[in-house]
């Protein structure tokens, strides 16, 4: 049950990174207890490209190991770029698959491990050389706090995209609801009663994350209360730096009037014992030049 909540907490970071910023900004101390930085070289971090308004890729990243300490290891099973770029005036969300197979160490392992070997950095680095692009800074979610944080919105309006039910909670394609916590967090997290598997679930996480967004840009006083702040720097840790965070308030928001969104897919093989997700070299391709087109 636990891994089905990280999905939600990638759908939060973007606000965090980007419309949330703003409300961050407010609070020195927010900023100094959720930064801890990368290997990303300084030229090519967050801090330094915002400064002129450039476009910045972001990894968002989901964890399940409980409550967030600043020393833990563990998997990360939600993974999502954020490529924000002010001056077309566009947000891409770009799903990861979990299952895809990298190497470490020599080892076969999947793409979630890779927090494991090294945090944010190693998943940095294995992200990068999977779609061969220069990331400029990450996000961790810790799954801790989730309903909290949702319900301190207000909840957001979705329209379901399946018929099911799940933990009590029941949805009909097409329907509107008003979903808050519990029942957002069931929308999110099915995946097996979903025809697509774990696919249909990145999808939903990127429908809510648009909501998210919507109602942020549409209503920016849902975020403007301390209740939200302290909740939501409770749980992530980021290398974004109070500078970065300032300037996504100046400079970005405009960026998230139009969010594009996309999910890497490959084909089912079994690796050492293990189900992974194998990427075709077209599909690594294909995803690449997405992902330069949204950093033009």
């Known amino acids: ?47 330094t490209l915002t400064k002129s308004g450039k476009p910045i890729a972001i990894l968002l990243l989901g964890t399940d190991t409980g409550a967030l300490d600043r020393s833990y290891k563990g998997r990360t099973d939600s993974m999502m770029i954020a490529v924000i770029n002010p001056k077309t005036k566009k ?28 945090s944010a950095s190693s998943s940095i ?42 933990f009590g909670h029941s949805f009909v394609k097409g329907t509107v609801y ?12 099915e ?19 648009r909501a998210v967004i919507s109602k942020a840009v549409s209503n920016p006083t849902t975020i403007f209360n301390q209740k939200f702040i ?6 992530i840790l980021t290398d974004l730096s109070w500078s970065s965070f300032k300037n996504l308030a100046l400079k970005y928001r405009a960026a998230f009037g139009t969010v594009k969104s996309d999910q890497m897919v490959g084909t089912g093989e079994t690796i050492n014992g293990q189900s992974m997700q194998v990427m075709s070299q077209a599909e690594k391709t294909r995803v690449h030049n997405e992902l330069e087109k949204y950093l033009k």
């Open 178 to 189: 008003n979903m808050k916590g519990n029942q957002l967090l069931s929308y999110v997290r």
């Open 230 to 235: 302290k909740r939501l720097s409770s749980n």
């Open 91 to 118: 947000t891409f969300l770009l799903s990861l698959e979990r299952d895809t197979p990298i190497t470490i160490d020599g080892q076969t392992v999947k793409l979630n491990a890779a927090y494991a070997y090294g």
């Open 125 to 166: 680095k294995q992200v990068e050389k999977l779609v061969n692009i220069k990331l400029n800074g990450y996000a961790l979610i810790n799954m801790g706090g989730l309903e909290s944080i949702v319900d301190s919105l207000g909840g957001v309006t979705v329209t379901s995209n399946l018929t099911f039910t799940e």
């Open 1 to 47: 049950m636990k891994r089905f909540l990280i999905g939600l907490f990638s759908i939060l970071i973007v606000g965090v990174v980007g419309i949330a910023s703003y409300a961050v900004w407010t609070t020195h101390g927010a900023i100094e207890k959720i930064h801890k930085d990368s290997s990303i070289k300084t030229s090519d971090k967050a801090d």
């Open 191 to 209: 995946r097996h009663l979903d025809p697509r598997g774990d696919y249909g679930r990145q999808l939903r996480q990127q429908q809510v994350l």
